[in-house]
C-alpha cells in the first residue's frame, strides 16, 4: 500500500517505539506517588518534559500535555477566555479552522460569547486586511491555524499575533499540522500559546501538548494537581516520553521539507500534464511541503477514491475527521469554492516515508484510469 494521507495520521517512527516500550514495560508507577518507582516515573516525565522544551524553543514550565490537540485547543480557547478581562469576551477564529475547532466556535456563540471569523481569499491565504479590520479592543482571543490541514497553506501567524497585541488580545494558533513539517520555536513564532499532536510527526495518538507562554492567564479546564494545576490527570508517560522521541527523530526538518516538496510538485505537474483538466487548489500560495489538494475536471472524489484504492494508494476527501460525510469542504467553501468542485476534491498528503518510486507509481498507473472517465464526464457536461 502507498499511504498518502499523511495529513490524517501518521505511522509511529521506530525510535519512538524503542523510546515507549520500556515505559510502558517498566515505568508503570504513578508519577505523584512517593516511592522509588514514583518517583523514576517523575524523572522520566521531567526528563522528556525538557526534551520537547528544547526541540521547540520553550521553557519547560510552559508545555502542558494534553490528550492531542483537539484537547489543547480546548484547554487554550476556554481557558484563555476565562482568564480574560471582563470587558473582552470577543473571539476571533480562523473561518478555515480544523473542524473540531469550529465546533468549539460554534459551541461558544450558542453560548453568548460574541465570535466573529477571519476569512480566507480564493486562493485560500487569509485576508489580512479583514483580519486587521476585525481585530479591536473588545478581542479577547485570535485562534489560528498555522497551516491548514485541507490544503496546507501556510497562515501569517507572526502579523496576526502582532496585531492581537497590539490590540491587548491574546493569540491562539493551532499548530498541529505545522510542527514536524516545518521548523517551529516557540520562543519567536509571537502566539502566547500554541497546540500540537504527536500523531503527525510519527508519534503515538492521544498525546498532544500546548505550549502557553508564561505569565499569560489561563483557567484550567480539568481540575488536579497535574501540569502545575492546569491540566489534572494522571500523566500519560508512556506518550509523553514517545512525543518527546518523536520530536527528536525529526532530524533536519528544512531537508525533510525540501525533500517532500520536491516529490509534491513532482507529483502535481506530472498529473496536470498527463490530465489536463487536473486542478491543484492554493498552487501559487505558501504551503506545507507535502500537501496536494486537487480535483480531476468534476470527477466526484467518490470515483477517484475508488480507483485511488484500487492502485492500493490511500488518500482523502479532505480531512479526516470530516470525510465520510458528504457536505462539501468547510475550507473550500470559504474560499469560494462551488459544492459540485469541492466534492471533486481529493487530497494527497506525502510525508517521511514517501519515495519517488511512490510518485512515480501513481503517476504511472492512474491517468489511464481517470483518462476515460474525464472523457465520458466532458461528454455528459450540459
Ligand atoms: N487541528 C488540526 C489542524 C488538525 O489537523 C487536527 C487533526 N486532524 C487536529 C487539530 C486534531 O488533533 P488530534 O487528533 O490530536 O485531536
Known amino acids: 500500500m502507498i499511504y498518502l494521507d499523511h495529513n490524517a495520521t501518521t505511522p509511529l517512527a521506530p525510535a519512538v517505539i524503542a523510546a515507549m516500550l520500556p515505559v510502558m514495560s517498566g515505568v508503570w508507577a504513578n508519577t505523584s506517588s512517593q516511592h522509588g518507582p514514583g518517583q523514576e516515573a517523575k524523572r522520566r516525565l521531567a526528563g522528556a518534559r525538557a526534551t520537547v522544551a528544547r526541540l521547540l524553543g520553550c521553557k519547560p514550565a510552559e508545555v502542558i500535555?494534553?490528550?492531542g490537540a483537539t484537547e489543547a485547543n480546548h484547554l487554550a480557547v476556554r481557558g484563555l477566555l476565562a482568564g480574560a478581562p471582563a470587558n473582552r469576551q470577543r473571539v476571533l477564529f480562523g473561518s478555515v479552522e480544523h473542524a473540531g475547532h469550529l465546533r468549539l466556535a460554534r459551541a461558544l456563540a450558542a453560548a453568548g460569547v460574541q465570535v466573529d471569523y477571519l476569512p480566507v481569499h480564493p486562493d485560500g491565504?487569509?485576508?489580512l486586511a479583514a483580519a486587521q479590520a476585525l481585530i479591536g479592543p473588545d478581542v479577547a482571543l485570535v485562534s489560528l491555524m498555522a497551516?491548514?490541514?485541507e490544503t496546507g497553506v501556510l497562515m501569517p501567524v507572526a502579523?496576526?499575533?502582532a496585531w492581537a497585541h497590539a490590540a491587548g488580545a491574546v493569540m491562539h494558533v493551532d499548530a498541529t499540522q505545522f510542527?514536524?513539517?516545518?521548523?517551529?520555536?516557540?520562543?519567536?513564532?509571537?502566539a502566547d500559546a500554541v497546540?500540537?499532536?504527536?500523531?503527525?510527526f510519527q508519534g503515538p495518538k492521544g498525546i498532544g501538548a500546548l505550549l502557553l507562554r508564561q505569565g499569560v492567564p489561563l483557567l484550567p479546564q480539568t481540575l488536579g494537581s497535574q501540569e502545575r494545576g492546569r491540566r489534572g490527570g494522571t500523566e500519560n508517560l508512556p506518550g509523553i516520553v514517545g512525543l518527546a522521541a518523536a520530536l527528536e527523530a525529526l532530524g533536519d526538518i528544512t531537508a525533510q521539507a525540501k525533500r517532500i516538496a520536491a516529490l509534491r510538485d513532482r507529483?502535481?505537474?506530472?498529473?496536470?500534464a498527463a490530465l489536463p483538466d487536473t486542478h491543484v487548489w492554493c498552487q501559487?500560495?505558501?504551503?506545507l511541503p507535502g500537501t496536494s489538494c486537487l480535483r480531476f475536471g468534476q470527477l466526484s472524489q467518490e470515483v477517484v477514491l475508488q480507483r485511488l484504492d484500487r492502485l492500493q494508494v490511500a488518500a482523502s476527501s479532505g480531512a479526516a475527521c470530516s470525510s465520510g460525510g458528504s457536505a462539501p469542504s468547510h475550507v473550500l467553501t470559504a474560499m469560494g469554492v462551488s459544492a459540485d468542485e469541492a466534492l471533486a476534491t481529493v487530497r494527497f498528503s506525502l510525508g517521511a516515508g514517501t519515495t519517488v518510486e511512490d510518485v512515480n507509481y501513481l503517476l504511472r498507473e492512474l491517468p489511464p484510469l481517470l483518462a476515460p472517465l474525464l472523457c465520458e464526464d466532458l461528454l455528459s457536461a450540459p
Open 267 to 272: 507529483l502535481e505537474r506530472g498529473l496536470q
Open 159 to 161: 502579523d496576526v499575533a
Open 179 to 190: 510542527i514536524g513539517k516545518q521548523v517551529f520555536d516557540f520562543a519567536t513564532c509571537g
Open 65 to 67: 500535555f494534553t490528550s
Open 147 to 149: 497551516a491548514n490541514n
Open 125 to 127: 491565504t487569509l485576508d
Open 284 to 287: 501559487g500560495a505558501a504551503r
Open 195 to 200: 497546540s500540537l499532536s504527536a500523531h503527525k
